[in-house]
C-alpha cells in the first residue's frame, strides 16, 4: 500500500467463526481499479478492530502476488459498508460497532428494512403506481386477507436477502392453495397442495427464527416456458458525486423455483433479450430503459434524503407485459455479478468502479475542508 495515496476502508463480516469472507473477488478487483485512481483499499471486520490502540489488522490483497494478507493499518480515510444483515452474534457485534463509528467519512448510510422503505415510497405519488399491494405479517389473518384481494401473494422476512425464507402461495380454483418457496439456506421447497384451514400452522412452523414479515401481490413473472424472471437495476454515484445509472440485466430463475437470484441457481440475461421474450419491439424497449432510469434515480435521491449519504442502489423490478415498471424491494448492498454473467462486461467494469471514484471525489470534499487531513482513528 502506498503510504501518501488515501485509503478506502471496506467494512464488511465474516460469514462464519473460521473468519470466512463474502466477496473477496470483487473486493481484489476493488484493489486492483484502486491502485489505478490513486487509492489504497483495505478490508476489515468489527473484529479486527483493536480499540485501544485504535488500528486494525487489516485484509490487504497483492495484486502483484496474487495473494492476500493482514497488516495493522490505521483507519481509512474512507469507509464502504459491504456487511449485510445475517442473524447472529457477528452481525450484533457490527451494528454496534457501526453505530460507535457513525461520524466516520462513509460512503454509504444503512437503510431500513423492506417494510420501512415501502411505506416511505408508497407515500409518494411518483411511487405509489410502481408498488405491489405490501402489508406488515402480524397473524395469519394477514395472508388471508392478502389472498381475498390477490391470486398470488409473497410472504417475505423484512430483512432477507438473496431470496431466502420466501413463500409463494397461490389460491386455487377449487379454493385450495399452493404453496411453494424457499428456505433459509435457499433451498427449493417443492410446490404442495394446503387447504387453507392448514395455513395457520405452515405459516408458523415457517417462522421458527422469530424474524419479520411482510405480505406483498403477487406479480406475472413467469416467461413463456414457466420460470420466474425479474430485473436488477443499479443506479450509483460517479466521480462527481451525482447519481447515474450504471446498468440493468435480466435474471431468470431455474425451473421450479419462486425466485430468480443468481446465489440461488438463477441465470442472467440482457435487459434487451429478456423483454424480448415478451415480444417487445426495440423502441418500447429504449422507452422502457429510459423510464427504468429515471425511476432509480429518483428512488435513490428519496431514499438518501431519508437516510443520509448512498454511493449506490439496486432495484428488483418486474416489467410487465405493458411495459409497466413494478418495484419489488430496493436493495443498497447489491451484488454485480449478474452484469458479468449476462455478458455485459464494460457495465460490470463500472460497477466496481463507481463506488471508488465517489470514494476519491468524497475524500477530496472532507480534504478541501482540512487540508492536513490524516486517516481517521
Not at 184 to 213: A, K, T
Request: charged share 25%; with cysteine.
Amino acid at each position: 500500500m502506498t503510504g501518501n495515496q488515501p485509503t478506502l476502508g471496506i467494512l464488511t463480516i465474516y460469514l462464519n467463526d473460521r473468519k470466512m469472507m463474502d466477496e473477496k473477488p470483487m473486493f481484489q478487483k476493488m484493489t486492483v481499479a484502486g491502485q489505478k485512481l490513486g487509492m489504497n483499499v483495505m478490508v476489515f471486520t468489527p473484529d479486527d478492530v483493536e480499540a485501544r490502540s485504535k488500528r486494525i489488522y487489516a485484509h490487504v490483497y497483492l495484486p502483484q502476488k496474487k495473494t492476500w494478507c493482514r497488516r495493522w493499518l490505521p483507519f481509512p480515510h474512507v469507509i464502504y459498508d459491504r456487511a449485510r444483515f445475517q442473524k447472529s452474534s457477528r452481525f450484533r457485534r457490527f451494528a454496534a460497532f457501526r453505530k460507535k463509528i457513525a461520524h466516520l467519512n462513509f460512503i454509504n448510510r444503512p437503510l431500513r428494512n423492506k417494510w420501512v422503505i415501502y411505506k416511505l415510497l408508497s407515500g409518494m405519488d411518483p411511487f405509489r403506481p410502481h408498488l405491489p399491494a405490501t402489508r406488515l405479517y402480524e397473524s395469519p389473518a394477514s395472508v388471508h386477507d392478502m389472498l381475498k384481494r390477490h391470486p398470488v401473494i409473497y410472504f417475505k422476512p423484512i430483512n432477507g436477502t438473496g431470496g431466502r425464507g420466501i413463500l409463494r402461495i397461490e389460491r386455487l380454483a377449487n379454493g385450495m392453495l399452493k404453496v411453494q418457496g424457499r428456505d433459509q439456506n435457499r433451498r427449493i421447497i417443492q410446490p404442495r397442495i394446503v387447504h387453507p384451514g392448514r395455513l395457520s400452522f405452515l405459516l408458523r412452523s415457517w417462522d421458527r427464527r422469530g424474524d419479520r414479515y411482510i405480505v406483498q401481490q403477487g406479480l406475472h413473472t413467469q416467461l413463456p416456458d414457466g420460470r420466474v424472471h425479474d430485473f436488477r437495476l443499479l443506479v450509483q454515484k460517479d466521480g462527481n458525486g451525482e447519481w447515474a445509472y450504471t446498468g440493468c440485466a435480466g435474471r431468470i430463475g431455474p425451473r421450479n423455483s419462486i425466485t430468480s437470484n443468481l446465489h440461488g441457481g438463477g441465470t442472467a440475461s440482457t435487459m434487451q433479450e429478456l423483454l424480448g421474450q415478451w415480444e417487445i419491439d426495440q423502441d418500447q424497449i429504449a422507452h422502457i430503459q429510459a423510464n427504468a432510469e429515471s425511476l432509480g434515480i429518483e428512488v435513490a435521491k428519496t431514499l438518501e434524503q431519508a437516510y443520509g449519504t448512498l454511493c449506490e442502489l439496486a432495484l428488483d423490478l418486474v416489467i410487465d407485459r405493458s411495459g409497466h415498471l413494478w418495484i419489488l424491494e430496493v436493495n443498497h448492498k447489491p451484488a454485480r455479478e449478474v452484469f458479468l454473467k449476462a455478458g455485459e462486461h464494460d457495465v460490470y467494469r463500472q460497477a466496481v468502479m463507481r463506488p471508488l471514484e465517489f470514494a476519491l471525489w468524497k475524500y477530496r470534499q472532507s480534504a478541501a475542508h482540512s487540508p492536513q487531513m490524516e486517516p481517521m482513528a
